[in-house]
């Protein structure tokens, strides 16, 4: 059975994306079957085109992302979800909408990558940097036995991830 993750930020275009991005490419890499998904409660509309690079520079095909609202993780026909992980702090204090399943939730912060200071290189390596970072987690993720674990489990394994 596939285990469905949602990643949150508030705009979805940048942190959200990557994370996304970078857990549906270990998963398939580590062959687990893991599906991500990623959303914003205000999306921006837009991808951030620094993520889009970040993900080039490390082979990833961004073919396809979007940025979207997490309404479309809440309706009819929407699937269901069994891990929220918000990176953004500001999306971390937002109220959530009600998630069918009631998956477990967990905050994996970053800094905004586009607000790095610098010049345009300077911001490119803040991309690669938090792409990097999400892509170790991600790995250590799907490391667990998903399928084996209680949400009581897996939220204090996700917590040990985070204080990581």
Same mark, same amino acid.
């Given at each position: ?5 949602? +990643?949150?930020?508030?705009?979805? /275009? ?8 970078? !857990? =549906? ?5 580590? #062959? ?7 959303? #914003? ?12 690079? *970040?993900? #080039?520079?490390?082979? +990833?095909?961004?073919? #396809?992302?979007?940025?979207? /609202? ?14 929220? %992980?918000?990176?953004?702090?500001? &999306?971390? *204090? ?19 990558? /586009? ?13 690669? +940097?938090?792409?990097? &970072?999400?892509?170790?987690?991600? %790995? ?10 209680? =949400?009581?489990? !897996? ?5 040990? +991830?985070? =204080?990581?």
């Amino acid at each position: 059975m596939t285990t469905n993750i949602l +990643i949150l930020c508030t705009h979805n /275009s940048a942190r959200s994306v990557l994370g996304e991005a970078m !857990l =549906n490419h270990w998963a398939q890499v580590l #062959g687990r079957p893991v599906r991500a998904y990623s959303a #914003g409660s205000a999306p921006s509309g837009r991808i951030h085109p620094l993520a889009l690079e *970040a993900l #080039g520079r490390a082979g +990833i095909d961004a073919q #396809g992302h979007r940025s979207k /609202s997490w309404d479309e993780f809440v309706g009819p026909g929407a699937p269901e979800m069994r891990i929220v %992980i918000t990176v953004c702090d500001s &999306a971390a *204090a937002e109220a959530c909408p009600y998630w069918p399943g009631s998956p477990v939730k967990v905050h994996w912060g970053y800094p905004d990558p /586009s607000n790095a200071p610098g010049n345009d290189e300077d911001k490119a390596r803040a991309f690669d +940097i938090t792409r990097q &970072a999400l892509g170790y987690r991600m %790995i250590q993720l799907l490391q667990l036995p998903l399928d084996a674990m209680s =949400n009581a489990e !897996l939220q204090r394994a996700l917590e040990r +991830i985070s =204080n990581s």
